[in-house]
């Protein structure tokens, strides 16, 4: 080493053992053989930059591009590329629709989470599913650490204050959509002011029961609560029927009793309109009138009686004045028989 490396060597032709010369040495030789390896490392890092610096971005996907640990930019769908070592992506899936679970997990009944006081002092025990979608991929990467685990918080945070001013019957019963809203619109609150980045699409209550030990009582009072109602249900249509009908009925008898009215006033009008006329030709020839209204009078009533017996005052003592006549043609066939007499 000290005769290939050393410079002009001491006494007895010995190499130099400076440190200094030596090191020139190694660094000469290395750089000597670099210039041969220097296209094979280039084409080395090309392959590796190649490999590691293109990205796939899926459809609903985000991409957030970090250069030195600083957000600089975002990805659509596509393929896209960064520089190794100096960027880094972060994707998340904007439109999946993801879900967790308060109060319980599966199968699995979580106490703890569960049980909470309504407004009128009762203990319920609440399980409740959430939904929501990731809004902003910046914030939901680097504002809150765990956003789920927040996100489950909040949502039990707002579910006791909702149920908190909330009866038990509402909570059990008709007041369950009510909960879900306002437990919704509170939680989304929650989160916008975490700056978290998502937005809760649906909250649903699988379920608000009374403890164990008076659950089936509370059942009871609701089941006959629900028969209640049906029954109420049952009477609006019977009502919502009937009147109607009833309304109707009573038009139908107006209608008749008006088309009556209208009768009754037009066969007066017609009768006094007669009279009048009677009237004025009595006035004409009282006599005549008077038997011409008998004659006409007394044909209408006859005509109606089937046996009629008629007395002629003006007959003999010694002749029974009796004539019975009945039948069609046996009141003419006597007045053949009496030879002209006046009926």
């Known amino acids: 080493m000290a005769e290939r490396y050393g410079g002009g060597g001491g006494g007895g032709g010995g190499g130099s053992n400076n440190p200094a010369d030596i090191l020139a040495g190694v660094m000469s030789v290395l750089q000597k053989r670099a210039r041969g390896f220097g296209p094979i490392v280039v084409a080395l890092l090309l392959v590796v930059v190649a490999l590691t610096g293109f990205y796939q971005v899926e459809p609903g996907e985000i991409a957030v591009l970090r250069t030195l640990g600083r957000e600089t930019s975002r990805s659509e769908p596509g393929l896209h590329f ?20 308060v109060g319980f997990r599966g199968d699995e009944n979580r106490p703890a989470e569960a049980q909470m006081i309504t407004g009128d002092g009762n203990m319920v025990e609440a399980h409740m599913t959430v939904q929501y ?65 998502i937005s809760v699409s649906e909250v649903k209550l699988q379920s608000v029961d009374p403890p164990a030990e008076v659950k089936d009582a509370f059942h009871d ?68 009138t008077r038997r011409r209204m008998y004659l006409e009078t007394m044909e209408r009533v006859l005509r109606k009686v089937e046996q009629k017996t008629i007395v ?26 009496t030879n002209g007499a006046t009926p």
Do not use: C
Request: charged share 30%; glycine share 8%; net charge positive.
């Open 221 to 288: 009072v609701v089941r006959a609560r629900e028969e209640k109602e049906k029954l109420i249900n049952q009477a609006r249509g019977y009502q919502e029927d009937v009147i109607p009908r009833a309304r109707g009925e009573a038009e139908r008898t107006i209608r008749e009793a008006e088309g009556y009215k209208e009768q009754r006033m037009l066969m007066a009008k017609g009768d006094a309109h007669k009279f009048s006329s009677i009237y004025a030709e009595y006035q004409k020839a009282q006599k005549v």
């Open 82 to 101: 960064r520089i190794p070592l100096v960027q880094t992506v972060d994707t998340v899936n904007t439109s999946e629709v993801r879900r967790i679970e």
């Open 133 to 197: 979608r990731v809004a902003d991929p910046s914030k939901f990467l680097f504002r809150l650490s765990g956003p789920e685990e927040v996100l489950r918080s909040a949502a039990e945070v707002a579910l006791r204050s909702v149920i908190g001013r909330t009866t038990i019957d509402d909570a059990i019963t008709r007041g369950r959509g009510d909960v879900q809203q306002d437990t919704l619109e509170t939680l989304q609150r929650l989160m916008d002011a975490y700056q978290s980045g």
């Open 312 to 337: 002629d005052g003006a007959l003999a003592g010694s002749t029974v004045p009796i004539l019975a006549l009945g039948g069609p043609g046996g009141a003419a066939r006597a007045m053949a028989a």
